[in-house]
Antibody, heavy 117, light 107 residues
Framework: QVQLKESGPGLVQPSQTLSLTCTVS????????VHWVRQPPGKGLEWMGR???????SYNSALKSRLSISRDTSKNQVFLKMNSLQTDDTGTYYC???????????WGQGVMVTVSS | DIQMTQSPASLSASLGETISIECRAS??????LAWYQQKSGKSPQLLIY???RLQDGVPSRFSGSGSGTQYSLKISGMQPEDEGDYFC?????????FGSGTKLEIK
């Protein structure tokens, strides 16, 4: 069945770089898009960016200067890297699957990231 | 960016009651709208996509409607398991944007 699972450090120091991995199973990264979405504690959702099935990327302009999304199709993994983290980057980070229609039919369980010294 | 205005922010409903949640877009999103349910501590679950298409496995008491800038999610006959947060997502234009959410509780 379709699964996505985020992994990465739970705690990141301010000004450092966040690196997250989304490992997928049950579908191919060359057939579906994967997006990253985040949710600060008690707040709404923010779309971060997309890795398209063909390798193209799109980013939220509010984060574009700090954000990079890449993938390794042989390992069924999509990666997020975001630099210059601040406390307001604290939240739950999700990877999601998109059948190239710009909605998400499956979500990972999410990984909580706290930015704190 | 397309702004998604969702209302109400919270709602209390009795078992069996029919409720509606609205999302209004700041511009035409051509039915590129999805609805999600999120229970506490869990990841969101897709209910409706393309404004009115029911995701496989979702109970038929959930329905979506709307066009242009106005969309709604209806639950026909509130059930205990329907408690949770609901939000909309527009997929018409990048950046994808979400409604601010509706907290639905049992009265």
């Amino acid at each position: 069945q379709v699964q996505l699972k985020e992994s990465g450090p739970g705690l990141v120091q301010p000004s450092q770089t966040l690196s997250l991995t989304c490992t997928v199973s049950g579908f191919s990264l060359t057939s579906y898009n994967v997006h990253w979405v985040r949710q600060p504690p008690g707040k709404g959702l923010e779309w971060m960016g997309r890795m398209r099935y063909n390798g193209d990327t799109s980013y939220n302009s509010a984060l574009k200067s700090r954000l990079s999304i890449s993938r390794d199709t042989s390992k069924n993994q999509v990666f997020l890297k975001m630099n210059s983290l601040q406390t307001d980057d604290t939240g739950t980070y999700y990877c999601t699957r998109d059948p190239d229609l710009d909605y998400f039919d499956y979500w990972g369980q999410g990984v909580m990231v706290t930015v704190s010294s | 960016d397309i702004q998604m205005t969702q209302s109400p922010a919270s709602l209390s409903a009795s078992l069996g009651e029919t409720i509606s949640i609205e999302c209004r877009a700041s511009e035409d999103i051509y039915s590129n709208l999805a609805w999600y349910q999120q229970k506490s501590g869990k990841s969101p679950q897709l209910l409706i996509y393309a404004a009115n298409r029911l995701q496989d496995g979702v109970p038929s008491r959930f329905s979506g409607s709307g066009s242009g800038t106005q969309y709604s999610l209806k639950i026909s006959g509130m059930q205990p398991e329907d408690e949770g947060d609901y939000f909309c997502l527009q997929g018409s234009k990048f950046p994808l944007t979400f409604g601010s959410g509706t907290k639905l509780e049992i009265k």
